[in-house]
């Protein structure tokens, strides 16, 4: 009877880590700014999440933007087809729509998309307002507080470039995966403020080869971006780094595959 009941406590266990494992893709591939590229879709569009998602992508990066009215919209650039989107209200970028006839998608229209995915992490890159600092941290407040409204906390990993960006999402969030993206902060630095990884464009990586290893040995993801060549993803990849952010998942994959 023991055995027996060890032997159903040891599957259950085992049903419940897989379940775990199987909550989300487990590869270093990143589709930056949505899988847009090769078929010609909006970047940032939900589009291009889907279609991160159905290429089997670990992650999607997006950007979050906050308009002069206080809505949440995703967009890269700081204008949505020549509108100013830090000047403009949510109706006012209305007038502008996607070549494939999608609107901006606020930020909870994108999350939703996203949470229909759930295989996909939700890689949310707070924006860095040009309005200054406490826009950037009300930005930062009402990202987070959408997260968890949305119920989202474990699907979803903030980027920034604000260094007090990423410090208010830890102490709003405690067990929220938060990286920096400045490049500009040492593995042990970025640790000591609550982030939980480092998120460094690829030039900072070459200036300073010795910090994926750091970062590692303290406990921090590493993530790096934008990397398209074949032989930087294969620098990086032998450098063991956590992620990869790309405009070029597929051929990320197709060298994952040759390994």
Same mark, same amino acid.
């Given at each position: 009877m023991k055995k027996?009941? @060890? @032997?159903?406590?040891?599957?259950? !266990?085992?049903? @419940? #880590?897989? %379940?775990?494992?199987?909550?989300? %893709?487990? %590869? *270093? *591939?990143i589709a930056h700014r949505g899988a847009w590229k090769k078929n010609n879709l909006p970047e940032n569009s939900i589009a291009s999440l889907n279609q991160a998602a159905a290429i089997g992508c670990y992650g999607s990066e997006f950007d979050v933007h906050l308009t002069k009215d206080d809505s949440l919209v995703v967009n890269h650039d700081p204008t949505f087809y020549g509108i100013d989107i830090e000047s403009s209200t949510y109706q006012d970028l209305l007038v502008k729509k996607h070549p494939n006839g999608e609107k901006i998608p606020t930020a909870e229209e994108y999350l939703l998309a996203g949470k229909k995915n759930k295989k996909t992490k939700l890689i949310f890159e707070i924006k860095?307002? &040009?309005?200054?600092?406490?826009?950037? @941290?009300? !930005?930062?407040?009402?990202? *987070?507080?959408? #997260? &968890? &409204?949305?119920g989202l906390q474990k699907q979803v990993e903030y980027i920034c470039f604000d260094y007090d960006a990423g410090k208010l999402v830890h102490q709003l969030d405690a067990k929220a995966k938060v990286a920096y993206l400045n490049g500009d902060v040492a593995p042990a630095e970025a640790k000591a403020a609550g982030y939980t990884g480092i998120d460094y464009h690829i030039n900072a990586f070459k200036k300073n080869p010795d910090w994926i290893k750091e970062a590692h040995k303290i406990g921090l993801s590493v993530n790096v971006?934008? *990397? %398209?060549? #074949?032989?930087?993803? &294969?620098?990086? !990849?032998a450098q063991k780094v956590d992620y990869i952010t790309t405009n070029e998942p597929e051929l990320l994959f197709e060298v994952l595959h040759q390994k």
């Open positions: 027996y009941s @060890l @032997l159903i406590a040891t599957f259950c !266990l085992f049903a @419940l #880590v897989q %379940n775990s494992y199987a909550q989300f %893709n487990k %590869n *270093v *591939v860095t307002a &040009k309005a200054g600092k406490e826009r950037t @941290l009300q !930005l930062t407040r009402m990202s *987070v507080d959408l #997260v &968890k &409204k949305l971006w934008t *990397v %398209n060549d #074949v032989e930087d993803m &294969k620098n990086f !990849l």
